[in-house]
């Protein structure tokens, strides 16, 4: 009997290990995903390399390439995970309960905490490091443009007179603020990191109360 034989009969079977499998492959993903993003964050795009990211997960280098086909594939799949992670959270506070005021302070608040506590990679794959390939910077952009229009949603409903695709320069100036939060933030100082996104998220939303 053959091996094809064998996979047809056992029919179940064989789909529960290709889930297992592919489960077990996901889960590898990620991790490389992760600890792709923590060295491009820390050394840039063109420093770091396959070898390295390889080391941080204990694999060899080359064995990235079964998952990952360049590392311009890698550094745009970081960035693609990353919006995947975050952005939902941010649009379920958008379109929740409460007035726009407190929605908008609170995806503040949330983006905070994702940046200091679970994602401090966030940041600077979408605003700092530098990448010299065309195709990868494009795609920033338009990530760069979905964050905005998530908070834009919210924006809109503060100001009655606010003009489809027109640039909003408060919320343009509260996100750029946003991208420094990293380096403002002492961990050793006395705010907790919930502190901390209590103080910013109260002081970006001050920005967008009517005067």
């Not at 996901?26 to 491009?40: K, T, V």
């Not at 530098?130 to 964050?147: D, S």
Request: charged share 30%.
């Amino acid at each position: 009997m053959t091996v094809p034989d064998v996979v047809s009969r056992r029919g179940g079977d064989a789909g529960a290990v290709e889930t297992r499998a592919e489960r077990k492959r996901a889960l590898r993903m990620r991790l490389i995903e992760h600890a792709a993003a923590r060295l491009f964050a820390e050394r840039g795009y063109e420093a770091a390399n396959f070898e390295d990211v390889g080391a941080a997960v204990d694999m060899r280098g080359t064995s990235l390439y079964y998952y990952f086909s360049s590392k311009e594939e890698l550094f745009l799949r970081c960035m693609e995970h990353a919006a995947a992670e975050v952005f939902p959270r941010l649009r379920d506070i958008a379109r929740s309960e409460g007035s726009p005021l407190a929605r908008l302070r609170a995806m503040f608040r949330e983006e905070v905490v994702i940046t200091l506590r679970e994602y401090p990679e966030f940041i600077p794959l979408f605003l700092k490091v530098r990448v010299p390939i065309e195709a990868l910077e494009r795609r920033r952009r338009e990530l760069r443009r979905e964050q905005t229009s998530i908070f834009r949603e919210v924006v809109d409903e503060l100001d009655g007179r606010a003009v489809p695709g027109r640039p909003h320069p408060t919320l343009n100036l509260a996100l750029g603020g946003m991208a420094l939060v990293g380096e403002w933030y002492d961990p050793e100082g006395h705010l907790s990191v919930e502190g901390f996104a209590d103080e910013v998220s109260l002081t970006l939303a001050g920005m967008f109360t009517p005067r």
